[in-house]
């Protein structure tokens, strides 16, 4: 019978022994750190930290748990439990690594700078670091790609994270194309994903017919799209960039409820199209729904539409 694994040692290291410096995360908001601090004081260390061997001299160097060793330094802890490995460099900073990356609170600066790290120091590509992380290798290079913005979005990431699907969308445009939505996203501090999008879409077909804008080009066009912005919500509507041609004989559609899908109400307009002699317009609209539901693009309640058919033409 072979002998089960030997668990690593469980120690209490001396707090002043401690050396960082594989952790890429940058960030620690004092609040958070009191929080957890009096959450320790309360309850005990629940989960001990993760040190190895200090590679450099004495003492032992932190491999996951930074936020809790800062936390009992508040406390004034002369020593806290520890977990002793004896990994390598490349292993260390993967288990680093994999605890930063799947924290909900993680910098996605920090977690990119991260990534780049590890593929500039151990040579590996977005896959193999993709598995050293314990992540999908998508998410390694939207990270990656976030280092391609300007450093004042950058900034803006690093403060604001729920505005990274806004940014991930300005990372195939030039840094003068950047600008001119950073100019934009500062004017605002509501600007909708939705209204984001657009502009970008703008910006990236602009740079995809060459348009080369300079620094004052951007600067200018930036306070457009803010402009556009805020006519569009002193209005009530959303920002346009651009408006398709509209036929005013046709009744007005309603597609306002959010209670029934956008589906059966482009149907209601159709039957109002077909019913007022636009039999054309009708059947166009109906081409149209019944395309988007075959291809799984919209949904529908299709169990109103058995009480009531579609008006046809007559032909």
């Known amino acids: 019978m072979s002998a089960s694994p030997t668990a690593p040692p469980l120690i209490r290291a001396v707090v ?16 958070a750190l009191e929080e957890l601090a009096a ?3 309360d309850r005990g260390l629940l989960q001990p930290i993760v040190v190895r061997a200090n590679p450099q001299g004495v003492g032992y160097q932190l491999i996951a748990g930074e936020r809790r060793l800062r936390a009992v330094k508040l ?9 002793v490995l ?3 460099d490349r292993d260390a900073r993967s288990a680093m690594m994999a605890e930063n990356t799947h924290r909900a609170d993680i910098d996605p600066i920090d977690e990119a700078e991260g990534f780049a790290a590890f593929m500039r120091d151990f040579e590996t590509d977005a896959a193999e670091t993709a598995r050293a992380a314990g992540v999908d290798t998508a998410r390694v290079n939207r990270r990656l790609a976030l280092l391609r913005l300007l ?3 950058q900034i803006i ?3 604001r994270g729920d505005l990274i699907a806004h940014l991930e969308l300005l990372t195939k445009l030039d840094h003068n194309h950047q600008y001119a939505a950073l ?7 509501d600007v909708r994903l939705s209204e984001f999008r657009r502009i970008v879409h703008e910006l990236r077909d602009r740079q995809a017919r060459s348009d080369q804008l300079d620094m004052f080009e951007a600067d200018d066009l930036g306070r457009t799209f803010a402009r556009r912005m805020d006519e569009a919500a002193a209005a009530g509507q959303r ?4 408006e398709l041609p509209i036929d005013r004989r046709f009744p007005v559609p309603k597609v306002r409820s959010r209670q029934r899908f956008l589906a059966n109400q482009w149907k209601d307009w159709a039957d109002e199209l077909a019913r007022t002699g636009f039999a054309e317009g009708a059947a166009a609209v109906y081409t149209l729904i019944e395309t988007c539901i075959r291809e799984g693009r919209i949904e529908a309640n299709e169990s109103e539409w058995l009480a009531t058919p579609p008006v046809t033409s007559g032909e």
């Open 16 to 31: 002043g022994e401690i050396v960082t410096g594989l952790n890429n995360r940058t960030r620690f908001p004092l609040q």
């Open 39 to 41: 959450d320790i004081a």
């Open 75 to 83: 406390l004034g802890w002369p020593d806290i439990p520890a977990t």
């Open 86 to 88: 004896d990994v390598n």
């Open 151 to 153: 450093p004042d979005l």
């Open 157 to 159: 990431l690093r403060r």
């Open 183 to 189: 100019v934009a996203l500062r004017s605002r501090d």
């Open 239 to 242: 920002l346009r960039v651009a």
